[in-house]
């Protein structure tokens, strides 16, 4: 039986053969599309090393998960619902382009074995997709021309608003969907016109609400559409895959890599260069990123992955108190940056030599904004790393000598003295004199023996204040019967911000000073209050005895009945708990501390609607105390009002920098008398047994 | 240009609690940690700054011990090219104008445009600078915050009371005390300092200096110091209180009352 009409195979413009077109335009279009691809790939190859091919197994994990799954992309529900939509729509509408391709120079193409009920079968569903493709891409355009929300906004500094980039595409994506809906649409129609038996479609779908529409249309111009709008979904496929690497929807491709090669660890840092190992430091003749082929490659992918979406942004506490940082475009900048220096059509163009990343693409303020409490990288869908690349840029700006003054201060003190303010090292441990003999704490630098470590680290062992913390601590550890020293004068700082503020030197020498004596001390296992150090000792230090948050001992006293808890009492108290970055995010500690608050009977607690692995940054800890920022509010002064907008009245956390920054930002907020904070083994303290 | 930079290695004071030792003449050393005299560090960023600019070299020179050494070291990872330690037993104990005789003789072993000092040391007296100025016979600028470079000449900026700007024009060579605030001095991280660890310093002392060792150290003091002590605390620091708008509306009060505020 005679087609109802000519496919595009058999077609001919003018005695031309329509599949010489068919043919000439995918060749044309995938030979655009792979020298663009060789030229985007020119930046990551000069890049610098990165191993990341092992572990395979997990980064499969991650795939299916994060990428074929979308796992993250409900945590913004409209948004997130959308993308995963046309994230299945692209899925699924592939096979069809890809079948679409042959059929124009080849007569009844389908998909190996898709000629039986696997064809009809997907038929169906790719009809369906075709519909709520085009259906999300009508509401897609509305939302971003019409409602925009403000997590796309482009502030001016950081250059020109995306939304017309982003509604062409949607074009695009709604002209595929519509013509190939009009392709079979046309030839349904016609089918019925000649009496053939119309093949099956799923009813509520665009091609049948094309067949529907066209049923009256006379043959000829049937056949128009059908040839048109194939070669118009021929086009604009062929240049929507070469529009690709253009711009932001460069993810569309990249993003499967990119979270294939995301990072499998929280809480490290990256060394200073993969393959140098911390012993050959000295012979690098440069530290960090200064230029952008400084970068790894897998930063330069990140760059390219990023889809624009603002949730980093969205997330990230210096952009919501308004330091010069948005984490966005810290990616989008460097792909601009990219894209200008590798431009596809003059490869002798790249600008390499002394171009300086910082004072041009980034400021230095904007890089020094970083709490490196990893909000960003919680929430980023395609698995973009942002701690990585601030501390790279910060390793190299202090090779260069470039480090704000109010920074300059606490790194030479930490060098001097081991500790940020330039105490007396004898006097490290001066917080013990304090407490009652009962409670007696051992000094392994006094020659005293004891099987665990309290690490207090600077702030808890110097600060009037935070010294309760240390005493506090020092008490549950007595009363959960567990034997225990202190370093004394041989502690010093863990350097867990010297590392990330890029004085990897510094951090170096305290690391291998530390090592030593806790090596030294005998202890058996090690005990910290504090996350910061407490993701040092697990993070970046090496071959030391097991650490623990003073959470995790707690909640394990308590459970074999060698911590007893008293009810709290009755006096309107509410509690909120308050996640530290580098407890939680960074180490997956959130319940421990929950339990241990839970353990005290009674206890009223309530969550604020930013916790667990939302929770917001209280302004950062160790040298960002120091550092004197640009923005027009604290984050502290933030997270207290989210803490009193739950109705809670104390604000419990679990580590001494967070303790700081809640308790002047409650005297900032105004909230003194109404809001208190408190530390989580002051707490416990506060309600044992007698 | 080439510029000479005198630098000292002073005990820190903010990193240091500062006692007195028991004899009450001194204060106590035992637990000190030491840095480059931070007026002397802006001085080292100025020249820096100016050869970055004109071009020529920074020579960074101190009077001290041994261990001395280590702050030259640490300007040389900022960035002078070369240090210069005067070091002799007979320096010791040498007062302001000692330790600027031994400063001149080590100007005059070379040729320098430009002679930078900082304003004062932490443990200083504030005179070196113009003392040597005076026995090089050039003329001198003190508290400089501002140097613009000129033909020949220099456009200095000078802070006077108040917080005005005094600006000047001073002919080339010529000495400068240089007073914090006139730059941000740039870091100097472990890293640069090791990079610059093995390189060679030259030392020096009274007989290479042709320095007449009687002239300078303790004997030929002029000033000597009698005795240190820790002032009593006094009253006068007041408490304001109440809510934040009642301590507001009377810090104003005060602030005029006392002619801080027109």
Redesign the interface.
Known sequence: MEPALLSPAAFKFFHVPAAFFAFLIPLIGIGAFLFIMKRRLDPLLKAAPDPRFGRIAQRVYQVLKIWLAQWRHPRYMTAGVLHILLFAGFLILGARSLELMFVGFWEGFTLPGFDGPLGHAYKVIKDYATTWVFFVVLIAAVRRGLFKPDRYAVPKRYGKDHTLEAIFVLGLIGTLVVSESLFDGSLLAAQIQQGHKAEFVAPATLAWFFRNLLADRPMASLQSLHIGSYFVHHLTFFFFLCFLPMGKHFHVITSLFNVFFMRLERGNIKPVRHGVSDAQ??ELES?GVKRFEDFTWKHVLDFYSCADCGRCSDNCPANAVGRPLSPRFISIKGRDYAFANYPLLDPDVVKEADYQLIGTVYSEDEIWSCTTCGACEQECPVGIEYIDKIVDLRRGM??????P?S???P???M???GNPW?K?E?KRAEWTKALAPEFRVKDFSAGETAETLYFADSITSYDDRMQAIAQATARVLHRAGIDFGVLGKDEKDSGHEARRFG????FQ?LKASNTEAILASGARRIVTADPHAFNALKKDYQGLPPVEHISQVIVRAVKEGRLRLKPAERDGKVYTYHDPCYLGRHNDLYDDPRQALDAIPGLQRVEMLRSRDRSFCCGGGGLMLFYEPEEEQRMGVLRVQMAAKTGANVIVTACPFCLVNMEDAIKVA?LEGKMAAIDLAELIVGHLVD | MDILVCVKRVP?T????IELNRAGNDINRD?L?Y?VNEWDNYAVEEALRIVENAGGSVTVVTVGDEEAEEVLRREMA??ADKGLLLCDEAFEGSDGMGLARILKAAVEKGKYDLILTGAQADDGAGQVGGMLAAMLDLPFASLVNLIEVGEGKLKVGREIEGGNQEMNAISLPCVLSIQTGIN?????????I?KVASVEIPRLGAGDLGLDAGKVGAAAAKVKRLDYFVPEMGAGAEILEGS?DEIIAKLLELLKAKGGLK
């Open positions: 430091l000295d530290f202090v090779d260069s000598g470039n480090v003054q920074l300059q201060k790194l030479g003190a060098e001097k003295r330039g007396m004898k004085e990897e030197m510094l020498n105004g | 820190d903010s990193e240091n609690e637990d940690v840095s900022m960035g941000e001095p740039r870091y100097v991280g472990i890293r640069g090791r934040t």
